[in-house]
């Protein structure tokens, strides 16, 4: 999707966009080659031109931080499969919903192989050094709270990639509510163990592993490895619908 894309362009809008896509124009490439056919301004064609020379020189060289500051938030999602190689899905627990009063308890993240949980009072401190190796962040409704959490405890880590937060994607293909019932929805299962366990259930765990109950952290780390590990299976279920309702808009 992201070679179909010239919003992050200098003075490209979705006007523009739209026009070249209902003329079946679908790539960069496809716009160098047939430019003539599109009704567009001839300085505005030059812009595109100019705007896709530096986008595929940027996707070269895998500047994800170029396409993170240039593409609107909410699309960033258009970049995933060209950035998929470093991705990090990323889930947090924590004891209350606001930065102010609470604090982080969990921290997980999967790359698509390995699911690594990092825990308050053990090796939280870690994520500073992780965050850094990924080009590309998912998350649910992780703009609003999972990365502003993160990003008051631990001010250093930049958030300077691309991050594609599902929940607003989802919400585009008529898939609404929390993780939970999308994943009903969508047909993803959980353990027995975690089933019908939710964020307030894992304020109460989190408690009682202070109280020293070292199973009800073995159930809360199992519960945020299941978040993580299925953010990666619902944007590969539903990231071809992303791109669909996207394309259908210029119809």
């Not at 895998?62 to 999602?77: N, V």
């Not at 990090?88 to 999967?110: F, K, M, N, Q, R």
């Not at 109280?211 to 519960?223: E, N, T």
């Amino acid at each position: 999707m992201l070679t179909s894309t010239y919003i992050h362009m200098p003075r490209i809008g979705a006007t523009v966009e739209k026009r070249i896509w209902s003329n079946g124009i679908r790539t960069w490439d496809e716009f160098m080659d047939r430019r003539d056919e599109i009704l567009i301004s001839p300085s505005k064609k030059d812009m595109l031109m100019t705007g896709i020379r530096e986008s595929i020189e940027r996707l070269e060289s895998h500047d994800f931080e170029f396409f993170a500051k240039s593409l609107p938030k909410a699309e960033h999602w258009r970049a995933f499969n060209e950035f998929s190689g470093k991705v990090a899905y990323v889930d947090i627990e924590t004891t209350g919903l606001s930065p102010g009063s609470s604090y982080i308890t969990v921290v997980g993240i999967y790359d698509g192989n390995n699911a690594r949980t990092f825990v308050k009072g053990i090796d939280l401190d870690d994520i500073v050094d992780v965050f850094p190796k990924y080009d590309f962040l998912v998350s649910f409704n992780g703009a609003r709270f999972d990365l502003p959490f993160i990003k008051r405890e631990f001010p250093q880590i930049e958030f300077n990639q691309l991050h594609a937060d599902l929940m607003y994607p989802l919400r585009r293909i008529s898939l609404s509510g929390g993780l939970k019932k999308i994943e009903c929805e969508l047909g993803i299962s959980r353990a027995e163990e975690t089933v019908g366990i939710s964020g307030f259930d894992a304020v109460r765990l989190w408690h009682q592993y202070e109280r020293g109950d070292d199973d009800a952290l073995d159930l809360l780390l199992k519960y945020n490895r299941e978040d993580i590990v299925n953010l990666k299976t619902i944007i590969d279920m539903t990231l071809p619908r992303f791109i669909e309702n996207k394309f259908s808009e210029c119809i």
